[in-house]
């Protein structure tokens, strides 16, 4: 179990080239990031995450009216490569939109004057945990995924299409899909640089 979990973490990379085909089924999909959703700590157990999954054309929807949305603000000499990108992420066969409620949080702090000023970057370290875990995850299943941020330019258009509460802040888009192709090489920074350990 600790070689699997470890493997997991390792293999966990961007993955921009992916594919429609369902080598994993929706239903699976969707088991996977309520368990994630429900086992993610948050501080005070806040549990202000959300999640959207987005499949079919409601995935290709986000991705086209993202691209729109860019369209209107990129240079025209520069939207090639910016429309590519866009179209490899509307390749794959769905998105995970990463919400949190705002609601929650505005609640726990006044709640909790003490740690009023905490609670916003608490629940954005819980977020990011939240998007790592199902990345993890999805890459365990075979899947290829990568971790965008065209919020908040995309966020009054996602609220509209989808019927989302007005009080769920959109923190990332998590396109995924079967990898058409392996991240490519990285190089990581000396832990002699990035971790102390006295004894």
Request: aromatic share 10%; net charge negative.
């Given at each position: 179990?600790?070689?699997?979990?470890?493997?997991?973490?390792?293999?966990?990379?961007?993955?921009?080239?992916?594919?429609?085909?369902?080598?994993?089924?929706?239903?699976?999909?969707?088991?996977?990031?309520?368990?994630?959703?429900?086992?993610?700590?948050?501080?005070?157990?806040?549990?202000?995450?959300?999640?959207?999954?987005?499949?079919?054309?409601?995935?290709?929807?986000?991705?086209?009216?993202?691209?729109?949305?860019?369209?209107?603000i990129v240079?025209?000499?520069?939207?090639?490569?910016?429309?590519?990108?866009?179209?490899?992420?509307?390749?794959?066969?769905?998105?995970v939109l990463f919400f949190?409620?705002?609601?929650?949080?505005?609640?726990?702090?006044?709640?909790?004057e003490l740690y009023k000023d905490n609670f916003p970057i608490w629940s954005e370290q819980a977020s990011g945990m939240l998007q790592y875990v199902v990345w993890t995850s999805l890459e365990l299943e075979g899947l290829g995924a990568s971790l965008q941020h065209y919020n908040p330019l995309i966020d009054d258009q996602v609220k509209q299409k989808w019927g989302i509460p007005s009080s769920w802040k959109l923190r990332a888009q998590m396109p995924f899909g079967n990898p058409?192709?392996?991240?490519?090489?990285?190089?990581?920074?000396s832990l002699e640089e990035r971790v102390k350990v006295f004894k």
């Open positions: 179990m600790t070689k699997d979990f470890y493997e997991a973490i390792k293999n966990r990379r961007s993955i921009y080239a992916i594919g429609k085909e369902k080598v994993v089924p929706v239903s699976r999909v969707e088991d996977v990031v309520k368990q994630a959703v429900k086992y993610t700590p948050y501080a005070f157990n806040a549990t202000s995450g959300r999640v959207v999954l987005l499949f079919d054309e409601n995935h290709e929807e986000l991705w086209s009216m993202t691209k729109e949305t860019l369209r209107e240079p025209l000499d520069n939207f090639a490569a910016t429309e590519e990108r866009i179209n490899s992420f509307a390749s794959g066969y769905g998105t949190e409620d705002q609601e929650v949080v505005a609640g726990l702090q006044e709640k909790m058409e192709s392996p991240a490519g090489e990285k190089e990581y920074q």
